[in-house]
């Protein structure tokens, strides 16, 4: 579905309203009869689609690669840190950016080491910004080729079933939980967990190359820093996908018949696990620098100290830009609290724009982070900003009544574009709000 935006009119603008707007038929913004011009629009539409050439094999061929580019995206994703991408990707790719297959020798200029940080970009590139936006692109076709719909019908009954609750954890001691979920939310739930799961054992086998370092012994210590830096991948695992639910119209979740209502419980989900990530991300290290005695300067940022890699000041600045990315989603956590939402909807609405400096910092704390969230949150932005424009748009206001029961019907003039049934509007009212 395509959302449209609408805003009322501004002061001054002549509405209609009493009887002329109750038996007046709904107008389109031109004056035409919005039942003759939707025919007309619909017939046109019809008639241009048909002309194309219709091969079943190409409608059929861009599902399977839609579907295959979402598995690469999220494969991409889970196996980054796997023993096999990290020693046979990043060797064949290395010559490619000047970078040595084996160590250089201690206090080698930093040439030495080549373009080492294109690594992780050129890996996050090729398997997920790539598939992610041949997934749009396949998208797009499928929406073009059929007229009536762009899912195809063996989706559509996997949708059908993935909706279903199942009657049969009722009867079974513990499990009388699940019964409040379906198949879907099941399986996604399931994705959540072994995701990071996976992402957590190929996080420890890849430190566990550098971790101790070389003259330190493997002790408590060891597992503490371990668990924080693993604790950190699967936070920033669980933020690339965090945007896609509560994108308007976004591709995926149209493709397997996800409404966008229905979708931000997803994302909910994913923001709690990146929250809880990022929180057991944080709590290892303080534990490890109380244990040295070197909390308050690890912790603490310094105003008088070089920032450069070799100075004391860059792991300063670097554990303080972390610690205020997990200040501003604590904020966001606590104000998205159900109570909050329902009673306090304004904090929670323009609190939730901290996700803004939050994603900021956390790319300051560690660069690597913006290849996780960069196309997904790239996807999100876009969709605000074509609702924001089309919320600046002002629209003719045919019927205002009050009705019982605190509701009000509003009748506006139908604007130009395609509109099918059950779509949602998204109304503006400045005077309310100008950013709602």
């Given amino acids: 579905m395509s959302p449209t935006e609408q805003c009322s009119p501004p002061l001054g603008v002549q509405e209609v309203g009493g009887e002329d707007a109750v038996l007046r038929p709904l107008l389109s913004v031109n004056g035409v009869d919005t039942?003759?011009?939707?025919?007309?629009?619909?017939?046109?539409?019809?008639?241009?689609?048909?002309?194309?050439?219709?091969?079943?094999?190409?409608?059929?061929?861009?599902?399977?690669?839609?579907?295959?580019?979402?598995?690469?995206?999220?494969?991409?994703q889970v196996m980054y840190l796997s023993p096999s991408i990290q020693l046979s990707f990043m060797t064949a790719i290395s010559p490619f950016w000047s970078v040595p297959l084996t160590p250089p020798p201690p206090g080698s200029s930093l040439k030495a080491y080549g373009h080492y940080e294109m690594l992780a970009p050129t890996f996050f590139v090729l398997l997920t910004v790539l598939p992610l936006l041949a997934s749009l692109l396949f998208f797009e076709f499928v929406r073009d080729y059929n007229v009536h719909r762009h899912t195809a019908r063996r989706v559509l009954a996997v949708s059908a079933l993935l909706r279903r609750k199942s009657p049969h954890f009722k009867s079974i001691p513990g499990l009388q939980w699940v019964r409040d979920f379906c198949y879907g939310e099941l399986l996604f739930i399931a994705f959540l967990v072994i995701g990071n799961v996976v992402l957590f054992v190929y996080g420890w086998?890849?430190?566990?190359?550098?971790?101790?370092?070389?003259?330190?012994?493997?002790?408590?210590?060891?597992v503490l820093e371990l668990s924080?830096?693993?604790?950190?991948?699967?936070?920033?695992?669980?933020?690339?996908?965090?945007?896609?639910?509560?994108?308007?119209?976004?591709?995926?979740?149209?493709?397997?018949?996800?409404?966008?209502?229905?979708?931000?419980?997803?994302?909910?989900w994913l923001g709690i696990w990146a929250i809880i990530g990022a929180i057991l991300h944080a709590i290892p290290f303080y534990w490890l620098w109380y244990r040295q005695g070197v909390l308050a300067k690890q912790t603490l940022p310094c105003f008088d100290c070089q920032l450069d890699y070799w100075h004391i000041g860059y792991p300063k600045w670097f554990n303080v830009f972390g610690e205020i990315s997990l200040f501003f989603v604590l904020v966001i956590l606590f104000t998205s609290h159900p109570w909050v939402r329902r009673h306090l909807f304004e904090t929670f609405y323009y609190m939730h724009?901290?996700?803004?400096?939050a994603v900021i910092f956390a790319v300051l704390h560690f660069n690597v982070i913006v290849w996780w969230v960069l196309p997904t949150l790239?996807?999100?932005?876009?969709?605000?900003?074509?609702?924001?424009?089309?919320?600046?748009?002002?629209?003719?206001?045919?019927?205002?009544?009050?009705?019982?029961?605190?509701?009000?019907?509003?009748?506006?003039?139908r604007s130009?574009?395609?509109?099918?049934?059950?779509?949602?509007?998204?109304?503006?009212?400045?005077a309310i709000s100008k950013l709602q």
């Avoid at 039942?35 to 619909?42: A, F, G, M, P």
């Avoid at 699967?234 to 229905?262: D, K």
């Avoid at 130009?416 to 400045?430: A, H, K, R, S, T």
């Fill in 35 to 76: 039942k003759n011009s939707l025919h007309e629009d619909t017939r046109t539409s019809t008639k241009s689609r048909s002309t194309t050439t219709r091969v079943p094999f190409l409608n059929n061929l861009a599902h399977v690669l839609l579907v295959v580019s979402i598995g690469i995206y999220i494969w991409g």
């Fill in 205 to 222: 086998i890849n430190q566990r190359r550098v971790l101790p370092r070389p003259g330190d012994p493997y002790d408590f210590n060891t």
């Fill in 228 to 268: 924080g830096v693993v604790f950190g991948y699967s936070s920033v695992f669980n933020m690339a996908f965090l945007f896609l639910p509560c994108t308007r119209h976004c591709a995926w979740m149209e493709f397997f018949n996800i409404s966008y209502a229905n979708g931000v419980k997803y994302h909910r």
């Fill in 353 to 357: 724009h901290m996700y803004i400096p």
């Fill in 378 to 413: 790239v996807l999100y932005l876009s969709s605000r900003a074509i609702s924001r424009w089309n919320s600046l748009f002002s629209v003719q206001v045919l019927e205002f009544i009050r009705l019982p029961e605190g509701l009000v019907k509003i009748v506006l003039a």
């Fill in 416 to 430: 130009e574009g395609g509109f099918d049934i059950g779509q949602f509007v998204y109304l503006n009212v400045p």
